[in-house]
């Protein structure tokens, strides 16, 4: 069974148009996360919700929007895509709990955006 | 504020030789440290990860890691490096325990090439 599953894996698109990311986690975790692994394998907290709650926000231009309908869901949102866009982006979960900070994190396979 | 540097873009190491793969941090106060691994195309894994107590922390498929606080490093390595080790390597630092929404700040990432 997958742990964290994302959708699409890959997504190709022009400049301009508006894209959304799908995460699913079936591992009953609290809190989940949005990265963006850049051309350079550089990796970045973009988001985190716990409980449908958003509890980390970055800098993160205002074309990005979390939702989070439930705790097993996190999407990712992008309007008006540009060329600096494009990228891997990772779902990842925990259990946050505030006894027990020290939770690894479980990523998914990553979505490659790539925006013309 | 926290940081992570892993000073080496990438290890090259024998098949059966020790591999080491090395992470200094900077955090404001108790660190949580973590390392994880990502295999070509895959999201990241969980390798290791250290808390308190023991500051050698045994993990995965054979890893270990050594905590040393003097010197701020939390140094990956590997007895015997298996071609199949061959991946991207990431040290990450959160802070203590009431760090908001367990945000990891991870380093550069180290490539690790295993020769046969």
């Known amino acids: 069974d997958t742990a964290v599953s994302q959708t699409p894996k890959y997504l190709v698109t022009q400049m301009g148009n508006d894209k959304s990311i799908k995460c699913e986690q079936n591992l009953g975790h609290d809190t989940m996360y949005w990265y963006k692994q850049d051309s350079k394998k550089f990796l970045k907290i973009m988001f985190s919700?716990?409980?449908?709650?958003?509890?980390i926000n970055e800098t993160v231009p205002n074309r990005f929007s979390p939702k989070s309908p439930d705790k097993a869901h996190l999407n990712l949102h992008i309007n008006s895509l540009e060329l600096g866009d494009s990228a891997v982006y990772f779902c990842?979960?925990?259990?946050?709990?505030?006894?027990?900070?020290?939770?690894?994190?479980?990523f998914g396979p990553g979505t490659r955006l790539t925006v013309l | 504020a926290q940081s992570v540097a892993q000073p080496e873009d990438q290890v090259n190491v024998a098949e059966g030789n020790p591999l080491t793969v090395k992470c200094t941090y900077s955090?404001?106060?108790?660190?949580?440290l973590f390392w994880y691994v990502q295999y070509p195309n895959r999201g990241l894994q969980f390798l290791l990860k250290y808390i308190t107590g023991d500051n050698l922390v045994k993990g995965s498929y054979g890893f270990e890691a050594e905590f040393n606080k003097s010197q701020t490093s939390f140094h990956l390595k590997k007895p015997s490096a298996l071609v199949s080790d061959s991946a991207l390597y990431f040290c990450?630092?959160?802070?203590?325990?009431?760090?908001?929404?367990?945000?990891?700040?991870f380093g550069g990432g180290t490539r690790v090439l295993v020769k046969p």
């Open positions: 990842a979960s925990s259990q946050l709990g505030y006894s027990t900070p020290y939770n690894e994190q479980f």
């Open positions: 955090v404001s106060g108790n660190p949580y």
């Open positions: 990450a630092v959160r802070l203590g325990i009431k760090a908001a929404g367990n945000k990891l700040t």
């Open positions: 919700y716990n409980n449908k709650e958003l509890i």
